[in-house]
Nanobody, 119 residues
Framework: QVQLVESGGGLVQAGDSLRLSCAAS????????VGWFRQAPGKERNLVAT????????YYTDSVKGRFTISRDNAKNTVALQMNSLKPEDTAVYYC????????????WGQGTQVTVSS
């Protein structure tokens, strides 16, 4: 099992920055990739960014490219999402998720953290 705990959400104004953190524990050696997802009220949960557990490869959805940065701290088993130039449309609950190696789907999820961006 892998446990994921997110932190760092909050209420900010448009143009501000926030840094989300996802702390992984348990069988972390089994993780192949970590992703950040977000779900706005009344909308589907969407992928925002991913990083391989080795940190060698990243992916960003188009709407956050150039504004968000995903990174990995090997020593602390954490994955961070640095969010700059935040927009009201970034408002959502942000979830951290882990996908095991050789498994197609994300099967470990955190509890989510609320990010609210006011205009």
């Amino acid at each position: 099992q892998v446990q994921l705990v997110e932190s760092g959400g909050g209420l900010v104004q448009a143009g501000d920055s926030l840094r989300l953190s996802c702390a992984a524990s348990g069988r972390t050696f089994s993780i192949g990739q970590v992703g950040w997802f977000r779900q706005a009220p009344g909308k589907e949960r969407n992928l925002v960014a991913t990083i391989t557990w080795s940190g060698s490869s990243t992916y960003y959805t188009d709407s956050v490219k150039g504004r968000f940065t995903i990174s990995r701290d090997n020593a602390k088993n954490t994955v961070a999402l640095q969010m700059n130039s935040l927009k009201p449309e970034d408002t959502a609950v942000y979830y951290c998720a882990a996908r095991r190696m050789q498994v197609a789907s994300y099967d470990y999820w955190g509890q989510g953290t609320q990010v609210t961006v006011s205009s």
